[in-house]
């Protein structure tokens, strides 16, 4: 535990409601998609400051693997959103 | 009040670059500035991952999240007619923004609560102790795929899901026209050295950062470089070779597990003296299958049809500008 | 002494990409503040590779610091281009003083 531990800890709490607001907000799917991944930032950065131990010593390395597949996994989803998105959108032009 | 260490300085710039950047990228009124903003974030949340010390997850963080992502939402944002937010503030608005902020509160206070525990056993240790015995000396890397290598095959398989679903939705994107001179130029320089490095982190993820995922990254950005500059279809190739390629990872991951199995070990139990080299031969499945998933969910469907499919209706609307259309 | 060098060239490097940024923040048109933005920030680039090597004894790593100044001038030389080309081919309007 200490002071900059906490204090990217919030930042990612922050970050997180942030981008949970702006994904309920109605709107074009992009923005929501965008603030998503915001929200995913945020947690990412949740979980890598709980695995942080100091400048001086090696870090968690669990959360770490963690993240690596949230970051991958998020951008799977991210691309299958936005392909639905559009799948959709031709839908509704076409008719 | 002691004065600010050089490192707290850098804390704070860092941590307000990034609240006043994730805010202007969800407030932006058009759609472009906002994704450009974003892409801005993912490089400033690298390297809050490199002064936190996580140096695999900013590789990855760069490659994928301001890379891919930045690159994937821009082809979109591109796609869709943006309608103007209407600038009203209404009451279901203000509710949903009160609610995130108590929400906020209270997960802080979670997490504080949490942190000022008594350190107990964390799995940590465990591995530390244990690294040795992996294969490999990158302790994330011994993590993914020793230690907890299921949730990495299952990982993969996930992906693998998400890119047939992106597939089974229709043709891609419409691609762009020739190139002028200078660009072509850099793609041609670039991209094998992009095929370089990406194979070096492949090889290096077993004792400094890196490792597939990265490396996979890194491959498919060069896919995207290549359909920037006028291959529609980002170098992947047909049908046959296409479907071994997405499937690849998955099914190495399962064949080493399965044959593990076989020979009387646990499931994805690497004996302590194979271990590294049996790490390896996934690791280059995984790197090639993600390629080529990443890339395919950047073209957003088959790259079969890419080359013939002029674009939907909406697309076609939205780019009324007469023959310029293709053009970078 | 050597330090003392590096310390010098980061702050000149710091000042030039500042006064990028100025410039982009600044300047009347697209194209003015296209060439502020990659002139200044390339020149800073360049001084803060340059502090950074004398700060590295290893022959490897300067190989890779230099390999990275080379690629960022590139992109940002081929961005820079490509951004002006389509800001002229869809006749953005210079600004006229």
């Known amino acids: 535990m200490s002071y900059d531990q906490i204090l990217y800890g919030l930042t990612g709490v922050a970050l997180f409601s942030m981008g949970l607001r702006g994904a309920f907000f109605p709107g074009a799917l992009l923005r929501r998609v965008l603030a998503i991944n915001i929200a995913g930032a945020g947690v990412f950065l949740l979980l890598i400051a709980i695995a942080y131990r100091g400048l001086q010593s090696v870090p968690d390395p669990v959360p770490h693997a963690l993240v690596l597949t949230g970051i991958v996994v998020a951008f799977s989803a991210t691309a299958l959103a936005l392909a639905l998105g559009r799948f959709l959108r031709e839908r509704s032009d076409d008719e | 009040m002691e004065a600010l260490t050089s490192w707290q300085i850098l804390d704070l710039l860092l941590i307000s670059a990034l609240l006043a950047l994730a805010w202007t990228a969800m407030a932006a009124k058009d759609l472009r500035r906002a994704v450009a903003l974003f892409i801005a974030f993912g490089l400033l949340l690298a390297l809050t991952w490199v002064r936190l010390r996580a140096p695999d997850i900013a590789l990855a963080e760069a490659a994928i999240g301001a890379g891919l992502t930045g690159a994937l939402l821009l082809a979109a944002a591109s796609d869709e007619p943006d309608p103007v937010p209407s600038g009203r503030i209404s009451a279901a608005g203000v509710v949903l923004t009160v609610v995130s902020a108590g929400l906020a509160v209270v997960l ?221 | 002494m050597i330090e003392i060098a590096a310390g010098m060239f980061i702050v000149l490097a710091l000042f030039f990409f500042i006064s990028g940024s100025i410039g982009l923040l600044r300047l009347p048109d697209g194209y003015s503040r296209l060439h502020a933005l990659t002139k200044a920030d390339n020149l800073g680039f360049g001084l803060l590779i340059l502090g950074l090597l004398l700060l590295q004894m290893d022959l490897l790593i300067a190989i890779k610091l230099l390999l990275v100044w080379l690629l960022v001038m590139a992109a940002s030389a081929v961005s820079a281009h490509l951004i002006a080309q389509r800001a002229r081919r869809q006749e953005r309007g210079l600004w006229k003083p």
Do not use: C
């Open chain 2, 108 to 328: 802080g206070w979670v997490f504080v609560a949490t942190v000022q525990q008594a350190d107990s056993t964390r799995l940590a240790e465990e591995v530390f102790a244990n690294v040795e015995t992996t294969g490999v000396s990158n302790p994330v890397t011994s993590v993914l795929l020793n230690f907890r290598a299921y949730d990495t095959l299952l990982e993969l398989a996930v992906l693998l899901i998400a890119v047939l679903g992106v597939l089974a939705l229709g043709p891609a994107r419409a691609g762009y026209g020739a190139p002028g001179p200078v660009l072509s130029l850099l793609a041609r320089r670039l991209v094998p050295l992009i095929i370089l490095v990406s194979g070096y982190l492949l090889w290096a993820g077993a004792h400094a950062p890196g490792g597939a995922f990265q490396a996979g990254a890194l491959l498919a950005a060069a896919g995207v470089l290549l359909r920037l500059t006028g291959t529609t279809n980002g170098g992947l190739p047909g049908d046959g070779a296409f479907r071994t390629l997405i499937v690849a990872g998955v099914a190495v991951f399962l064949a080493v597990g399965l044959s593990l199995m076989l020979a009387g070990r646990p499931f994805l139990g690497f004996p302590v003296a194979w271990a590294g080299s049996l790490i390896l031969a996934i690791e280059t499945a995984a790197t090639l299958s993600i390629a080529a998933i990443l890339l395919a969910a950047f073209l957003a469907g088959d790259p079969k049809h890419a080359a013939a499919n002029r674009g939907s209706k909406t697309w076609q609307r939205t780019h009324k500008t007469q023959g310029h259309a293709n053009e970078l």
